[in-house]
T-cell receptor, first 114, second 113 residues
Framework: GNSVTQMEGPVTLSEEAFLTINCTYT??????LFWYVQYPGEGLQLLLK?????DKGSNKGFEATYRKETTSFHLEKGSVQVSDSAVYFC?????????????FGGGTRVLVKP | DAGITQSPRYKITETGRQVTLMCHQT?????MFWYRQDLGHGLRLIYY???????DKGEVPDGYVVSRSKTENFPLTLESATRSQTSVYFC????????????FGPGTRLLVL
């Protein structure tokens, strides 16, 4: 079956530090990959996505590259801010006749301290 | 632009009671989804719907019922709530079923006593 594994948190960083959150996946077929972010008390928001191998998704200073050879989609940001404190979810979806169900990783909580 | 809304935002109920969580989207998206979020499990799909009157089970459907008589609404009913159904419930929608981005509602926090 399909699955997503991401590093467990919490990840605690100082402001302006470099952030990496690892995400690897297993999938039958060629998935699209997503990073969603959940700020405290809110629902999930799409942060970025990539639909094919070697695509790079980017948004708000975050980047992730779809690596088919390593089945990975690691999230990076060069200089985090306190406002980046949130839970980050890696997810995948496949084209299926029955729908584009998302498979999520367990989430990684990030805490950025001033 | 209302987007996708859920109600109630918070609910406390007792074991054995029936509870309905509402989800409404204004985009006329074809697909709608219900997830539950639990510590250590991330988000898990309960049910989804490809269109009005078309629904299908997800990963954890037991104890839940859905309906979709109108494209914009996708209510989730717990027929007889159990403590294990204490969770945060998220509704989502997407335009189609071809790797489209899903847009999430703000969530409903449910406590079953």
């Amino acid at each position: 079956g399909n699955s997503v594994t991401q590093m467990e948190g919490p990840v605690t960083l100082s402001e302006e530090a470099f952030l990496t959150i690892n995400c690897t996946y297993t999938a039958t077929g060629y998935p699209s990959l997503f990073w969603y972010v959940q700020y405290p008390g809110e629902g999930l928001q799409l942060l970025l996505k990539a639909t094919k191998a070697d695509d790079k998704g980017s948004n708000k200073g975050f980047e992730a590259t779809y690596r088919k050879e390593t089945t990975s989609f690691h999230l990076e940001k060069g200089s985090v801010q306190v406002s980046d404190s949130a839970v980050y979810f890696c997810a995948l979806t496949l084209i299926k006749a029955a729908g584009n169900k998302l498979t999520f990783g367990g989430g990684t909580r990030v805490l950025v301290k001033p | 632009d209302a987007g996708i809304t859920q109600s109630p935002r918070y609910k406390i109920t007792e074991t054995g009671r029936q509870v309905t969580l509402m989800c409404h989207q204004t985009w006329s998206h074809s697909y709608m989804f219900w997830y539950r979020q639990d510590l250590g499990h991330g988000l898990r799909l309960i049910y989804y719907s490809a269109a009005a009157d078309i629904t299908d089970k997800g990963e954890v459907p037991d104890g839940y019922v859905v309906s979709r008589s109108k494209t914009e609404n996708f209510p989730l009913t717990l027929e007889s709530a159990t403590r294990s159904q204490t969770s945060v419930y998220f509704c989502a929608s997407s335009r189609s079923g071809r790797k489209e981005t899903q847009y999430f509602g703000p969530g409903t926090r449910l406590l079953v006593l």
